[in-house]
């Protein structure tokens, strides 16, 4: 069993940059690949970025040269650092492994809203 939660979201305007973290509780962190997903109103959840243990990453075109994930394997943290930030960022971000599906256990994402 795993506790994921989200922080560091916020209101920021087009350009502008975040840097979302997230704090897992449980054994399974240094094991797995962990990854950032997205949400937007009315859209399904999208993969953003995933991390392996060693520090592998992949991004998701959309955020490419934009987003950058990282994780520290002795604190349990992943993080997400968003920049250039675009209207069709807006979502709420959730944290966890790369394989999750509707079955596995989410938190509650931290929302990320960007407009002017």
């Known amino acids: 069993q795993v506790q994921l939660v989200e922080s560091g979201g916020g209101l920021v305007q087009p350009g502008g940059s975040l840097r979302l973290s997230c704090a897992v509780s449980g054994s399974i962190f240094s094991i797995v690949t962990w990854a950032w997903y997205r949400q937007a109103p009315g859209k399904e959840r999208e993969l953003v970025a995933s991390?392996?243990?060693?520090?592998?990453?992949n991004y998701a075109d959309s955020v490419k040269g934009r987003f950058t994930i990282s994780r520290d394997n002795a604190k349990d943290m992943v993080y997400l650092q968003m920049n250039s930030l675009r209207p069709e960022d807006t979502a709420v971000y959730y944290c966890?492994?790369?394989?999750?599906?509707?079955?596995?256990?989410w938190g509650q994402g931290t929302q990320v809203t960007v407009s002017s």
């Open positions: 966890n492994t790369v394989g999750a599906g509707p079955y596995a256990y």
């Open positions: 991390i392996t243990r060693g520090g592998s990453t």
